[in-house]
Nanobody
Framework: QVQLVESGGGLVQAGGSLRLSCAAS????????VGWFRQAPGKEREFVAA????????LYADSVKGRFTISRDNSENTVYLQMNSLKPEDTAVYYC??????????????????WGQGTQVTVSS
């Protein structure tokens, strides 16, 4: 069993930065791929970024490429999402998910086995 807790959200002006953390309990987290997804009010959950267990395979949504960076520290059981040059359209609740098929970073939410409760990111114009 893996439990995930997101943190680091908040209110920031456009052009600013935030770093989200996804902290996990459970030894098996290190073998999981991890993805970040977001959901804005009235919209479906969408893929943001994903990383496989050893950081070799990394994926980004086109909308965040060049602005967001996903990384992980398996010694700390934590995955990070560094978000730079934030835009108002990045406003959403951000969720991290863990996929027990750790070898592949997936953009499909249905492939993730565990989810956190989310952290709110609000970008003002």
């Amino acid at each position: 069993q893996v439990q995930l807790v997101e943190s680091g959200g908040g209110l920031v002006q456009a052009g600013g930065s935030l770093r989200l953390s996804c902290a996990a309990s459970g030894r098996t987290f290190r073998a999981c791929a991890v993805g970040w997804f977001r959901q804005a009010p009235g919209k479906e959950r969408e893929f943001v970024a994903a990383i496989n267990w050893n950081s070799v395979n990394v994926l980004y949504a086109d909308s965040v490429k060049g602005r967001f960076t996903i990384s992980r520290d398996n010694s700390e059981n934590t995955v990070y999402l560094q978000m730079n040059s934030l835009k108002p359209e990045d406003t959403a609740v951000y969720y991290c998910g863990a996929d027990r098929r750790g070898a592949v970073a997936s953009m499909w939410s249905y492939e993730y086995d565990y989810w956190g409760q989310g952290t709110q990111v609000t970008v003002s114009s």
